[in-house]
């Protein structure tokens, strides 16, 4: 029954975003304890309790683009517009382009960047993180960032990360720039 219960959530939830669940669903199907063990990441990335919704969407794309080429990215996009988030920042994150980025969503973008790309700037972001939010942010960014990094590793993993493709916001395509030049 809760083998059941979790696919048709997962082809209601494919289904909504437009997102291919088969790597989950295979997991499912040939190991429902580690499904069951993973199934918790997905609530857990949905934490949010201090920061902005638009700090955590930057973070989160952020992660995304750094193991992704598009899906993943694209369905981060999807929720991103879905929890309310303006398009201009959304499409600023993608581009990496901090002048366009509201001073929230710069630093959540800003922290992200300096942790995936092991920055040595990541202290001074963490710090700012701080000074904002305390530390309640550094652990709402730090979940955020890294549920947005989990499930393209999983699906990379597991062989179905198999599809590139072109990131849009609203039906516009966006030129992705995955690390500074």
């Given at each position: ?42 609530k ?16 989160n ?43 929230d ?74 690390q500074?030049?």
């Amino acid at each position: 029954m809760r083998k059941f219960i979790a696919r048709r959530m997962l082809r209601g939830f494919s289904k909504r975003y437009g997102y291919d669940t088969s790597y989950t669903e295979m997991v499912l199907k040939e190991s429902p304890a580690a499904f069951f063990k993973f199934a918790p990441v997905m609530k857990a990335s949905a934490h949010r309790e201090v920061i902005p919704v638009e700090t955590k969407f930057a973070a989160n794309i952020t992660g995304a683009m750094a193991e992704d080429c598009g899906p993943c990215t694209q369905l981060c996009v999807d929720m991103a517009l879905e929890a309310g988030m303006a398009k201009d920042q959304i499409e600023a994150v993608l581009r990496r382009n901090v002048a366009a980025m509201k001073p929230d969503v710069a630093l959540g973008f800003q922290f992200a960047d300096a942790i995936v790309n092991r920055s040595m700037d990541d202290d001074k972001y963490r710090d700012a993180v701080r000074a904002r939010w305390g530390e309640k942010g550094v652990i709402d960014l730090a979940m955020t960032l890294q549920m947005g990094r989990m499930f393209p590793m999983m699906k990379l993993a597991l062989g179905y990360a198999k599809e590139c493709r072109r990131v849009s916001v609203a039906g516009h395509q966006i030129d992705v720039i995955k690390q500074a030049a």
